[in-house]
T-cell receptor
């Protein structure tokens, strides 16, 4: 099936630093979504992107839908300790209105 | 409050026993999903249902079964045929025409 390559797998940063992570695919996606998962909890939707080139912000988070429709990135500015968690990208393929393909996640650790 | 509930949060079973995980939503969403999450892995789709009394296999359906008798409910049974059932199970739902999946808090199943 289709796969998303999410990188990096993990990041260790100092509080206050900016963070960037991305997802790429060999296939085109209609929609890109970014989720955050805290330990032992379900993922929470952070940002949804619907158009190629779209740049959307949610507080300190900014995400972009790549022009080629095959990639997306998420930036977190001025990180704080509560940003710790696993961040997942997900894409909705052209071939499916109901299924998402998920990346393997980026584990973010923020040192106070 | 509207949302998705999964119960129980933690479940322990002996090897060879079937076990049913509950998922209920009061969001009036049409489609519901079950995912399995293993450490360091992305979310893998087990089953999904777009309407009542209909469901489709996902990528890893072997050893699992579901039912969708009511719009609000989508229980997952982990059968004794599932070779490695210990995992974190996540239920999600989506409204018709949207790509944004909303997740429940998850159930951690441990088979002893």
């Amino acid at each position: 099936g289709q796969q998303l390559n999410q990188s990096p797998q993990s990041m260790f940063i100092q509080e206050g630093e900016d963070v960037s992570m991305n997802c790429t695919s060999s296939s085109i996606f209609n929609t890109w979504l970014w989720y955050k998962q805290d330990p032992g909890e379900g993922p929470v939707l952070l940002i949804a992107l619907y158009k190629a080139g779209e740049l959307t912000s949610n507080g300190r988070l900014t995400a972009q839908f790549g022009i080629t429709r095959k990639d997306s990135f998420l930036n977190i500015s001025a990180s704080i300790p509560s940003d710790v968690g696993i961040y997942f990208c997900a894409g909705q393929p052209l071939s499916s209105n109901y299924k998402l393909t998920f990346g393997k996640g980026t584990l973010l650790t923020v040192n106070p | 409050d509207g949302g998705i509930t999964q119960s129980p949060k933690y479940l322990f079973r002996k090897e060879g026993q079937n076990v049913t995980l509950s998922c209920e939503q009061n969001l009036n969403h049409d489609a519901m999903y079950w995912y399995r999450q293993d450490p360091g892995q992305g979310l893998r789709l087990i089953y999904y249902s777009q309407i009542v009394n209909d469901f489709q296999k996902g990528d890893i359906a072997e050893g699992y079964s579901v039912s969708r008798e009511k719009k609000e409910s989508f229980p997952l049974t982990v059968t004794s045929a599932q070779k490695n059932p210990t995992a974190f199970y996540l239920c999600a739902s989506i409204s018709s025409g949207s790509a944004e999946q909303f997740f429940g808090p998850g159930t951690r199943l441990t088979v002893l």
